[in-house]
């Protein structure tokens, strides 16, 4: 009877090509993070803690609570909870108590881990096994875009059916182009087309009885994968809802750059998305603020245009990313003092 040899083995290993005779060097992963890695995928491996994590990770503010989850799977509250303390355990998911619930959201570590799971691997694996569905849902795509246009009808009463429709399968069409996937293209289309229907309410609005007492500040650079992201982020850290703001880029990247995404949490940015520079988002502006996008963006009678000479992140290093988010906070903080004179800024 053949023994088997349990030494545990070294690294790296030397393994020789039985066919070609040179040695080849194979690093193997330790055995303690071998171990660490091993006890996360064991609590990703339950059909319900992953729809749970999809409802969370397309949720439109990045977190849900316990009584969402037990509506969505069907299972009471405690065993809801159970899975979600698993999640919790391995460092997947923090909570957070509010009231009478327990809100929860993917921890900043694992948010690209968790998208490349949900939205790389997941349909990866079910492409292996002959099987397509859609995992948003989006077997038939016009009938999902009609229901989110019904939505969005009732909640912007003012503006034509046709006119929201219109604006949905624009957005819907527009992020397709540079998405990767379709997983959660649902999910970025409410968001989109939502602010570009509040910008064709704000211009319909200071059309007719005047501006809207918060100013709008639109920003765009080429792939809005980094510097546009980045001073928006640090507007709304700073002024909150005092002042409207949105970023676009000429030519939108299918993802936020990785170096930026660790600036943008610590901002509070939840899961944000490159999105296409739109006519209504600069009607709807007050200032336009252009960085690296050339002549692309469209110049209106009546708004503020700004050019800001700031370095791509995209081609920085991690100290690079660092002096351009310092430089655009300098940028930022004067640009708000001259909109906002009263708002008490904090010390650099």
């Known amino acids: 009877m053949t023994t088997t040899d349990t030494t545990e083995e070294r690294v ?127 077997e038939d795509a016009d009938a999902a875009l009609d229901r989110l246009a019904a939505d969005l009808s009732a909640a912007h009463p003012d503006l034509a059916r046709d006119v929201v429709l219109r604006t949905v399968r624009e957005s819907y069409t527009a992020l397709a182009r540079s998405a990767k996937v379709s997983a959660h293209l649902l999910t970025l289309t409410d968001r989109f087309a939502r602010q570009r229907l509040a910008d064709l309410t704000r211009e319909a609005s200071n059309a007719g009885a005047g501006a809207a007492v918060a100013p709008q500040v639109l920003f765009v650079c080429v792939a809005n994968a980094g510097r546009s992201q980045l001073a928006a982020a640090l507007v709304r850290h700073y002024a909150g809802d005092r002042v409207v703001v949105r970023s676009a880029g000429s030519t939108p990247a299918a993802d936020v750059h990785p170096a930026v995404r660790p ?42 245009y700004e050019d800001w000479l700031v370095g791509d992140p995209a081609l920085a290093s991690p100290a690079g990313v660092a002096a351009i988010r310092d430089e655009l906070d300098t940028r930022v903080r004067a640009l708000l003092a001259d909109l906002l004179p009263d708002l008490d800024l904090p010390t650099p």
Do not use: N
């Open 12 to 138: 790296p290993l030397t393994v020789r090509d039985q066919d070609c005779g040179p040695r080849i060097e194979a690093h193997a992963i330790g055995t303690e993070a071998a171990g660490v890695v091993a006890a996360t995928l064991k609590a990703l491996a339950e059909p319900l803690r992953l729809r749970m994590l999809s409802f969370i990770a397309t949720a439109p503010a990045g977190e849900a609570c316990v009584c969402d989850l037990a509506e969505l799977t069907d299972v009471s509250q405690p065993t809801v909870s159970h899975h979600l303390k698993v999640l919790r355990d391995v460092g997947v998911l923090a909570s957070e108590r509010r009231g009478t619930w327990v809100w929860y959201r993917i921890t900043p570590g694992y948010k690209s881990a968790i998208s490349t799971l949900l939205e790389s691997f997941a349909p990866a694996a079910l492409d292996a096994l002959g099987e397509h569905p859609h995992l948003m849902g989006l």
């Open 263 to 304: 600036e943008l949490a610590a901002l509070g940015t939840v899961e944000p998305f490159p999105k296409p520079l739109t006519d209504d988002a600069v009607r709807a502006a007050d200032v336009v603020i252009t960085m690296g996008c050339g002549d692309v963006c469209p110049v209106l009678p009546g708004k503020r």
